[in-house]
Structure formats: C-alpha cells, structure tokens
C-alpha cells in the first residue's frame, strides 16, 4: 500500500519547511506520532510535527483510531489529548511516574 516511506529526517525538514501542504501516508504518520510521542514524553512537543500528524488523521480514520489505541495504551497517558485541543498542555504534572 505504502512503498514510499520517507526517512523520519526528511519528514521534519518538510514539517518545518512548508507544513501547509505536507501530505504523508500512514506509514509517515506512525513515524511522526513515535517522533512526537517521545517529546511529548519529555514535555517538548513538536507543533510543527503535530500539526502535519494533524492534517493527516483528520483525513484519515485509520491512523486516528490507532492514535487513540495508542493513547489508551497509556504511552500519552500524560498527555490528554493533544490533537484536536490547544489547552491540554497548561497543566502540569507532578513527576508521578
Ligand atoms: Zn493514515
């Protein structure tokens, strides 16, 4: 389905070159969703990541559900939801791991 997977570098540089018009498959977007998840985790996400991840599972309702299995895997579970929602990343949390 998806034989044209770009590296993760690749991806960034268009991420932050000219995001409007980024188009990435599911494949791309798996990648980015790890890429960001990993800052999420240090309580550094990417806006320019997140917004391509985005555009593309607004399109796409397979790589939203697997965001959402994914989030309810707990690998975001301190991170609300940051699609979809601009107010998640206010609060704080208390170093309970
Ligand atoms: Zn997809």
């Known amino acids: 389905m ?3 997977i770009r590296p993760l570098w690749q991806l960034l540089i268009l991420a932050k070159d000219d995001k409007q018009s980024v188009s990435i498959n599911c494949d791309e977007c798996l990648l980015l969703i790890e890429y960001d ?16 991840i985005n555009q593309h599972i607004m399109i796409c309702s397979t790589c939203r559900n697997k965001l959402d299995d994914w989030i309810e895997q707990g690998s ?6 940051p699609y979809f929602n601009n107010q998640t990343r206010s ?3 208390n170093g309970n791991e």
Not at 43 to 51: F, H, I, L, Q, Y
């Open 2 to 4: 998806t034989d044209n």
């Open 37 to 52: 998840a990993d800052l999420l985790a240090a309580g550094d996400a990417d806006d320019d990541v997140m917004s391509i």
């Open 76 to 81: 975001w579970k301190k991170t609300p939801y």
């Open 91 to 93: 609060e704080k949390e």
